[in-house]
């Protein structure tokens, strides 16, 4: 039924991957499905927020969460998991839905949180907007 299952985290934030792991790792096992673990890394270079940030500032946040979702993997994916790590650049639910379509993937595994955070009163959050406009399937873990 699913071949490709991609899981949203936030590596700084283990309620957005703490209980949606264990049910996509599940889902994996049950459908011989590859994991495809995908981080946002916020979008710095628009023109009046960039210049704010030294010159090789994306570079090197792109060299530290390579290495963090790397670590990250090793200590929550075990090995019997087919595995690939993605980062992508944006807001977290455009780049969530983005990297969905590049990957082909089936379905979309992730948290809900129940903190509510002001930006989630005026934005909404992240999981409702990727439910709303990805095209392929999207299983929410509470």
Request: neutral net charge.
């Amino acid at each position: 039924m699913y071949s490709k299952i991609m899981l949203p985290v936030d590596l700084n934030e283990e309620a957005s991957w703490s209980k949606a792991l264990p049910t996509a790792l599940t889902l994996c096992r049950t459908f011989g499905a590859s994991l495809h673990v995908v981080t946002v890394l916020p979008d710095y270079r628009m023109p009046m927020v960039g210049s704010y940030f030294p010159k090789d500032f994306a570079k090197k946040a792109h060299e530290a969460i390579t290495a963090a979702l790397h670590d990250f993997i090793k200590a929550n994916v075990p090995d019997d998991i087919q595995v690939q790590s993605v980062i992508v650049d944006g807001s977290p639910w455009e780049a969530i839905i983005k990297a969905g379509k590049k990957l082909d993937v089936d379905l979309i595994v992730m948290a809900s949180h129940t903190k509510r955070k002001f930006v989630d009163y005026v934005l909404g959050p992240n999981a409702e907007h990727v439910v709303h406009h990805a095209k392929m399937s999207v299983m929410i873990v509470r």
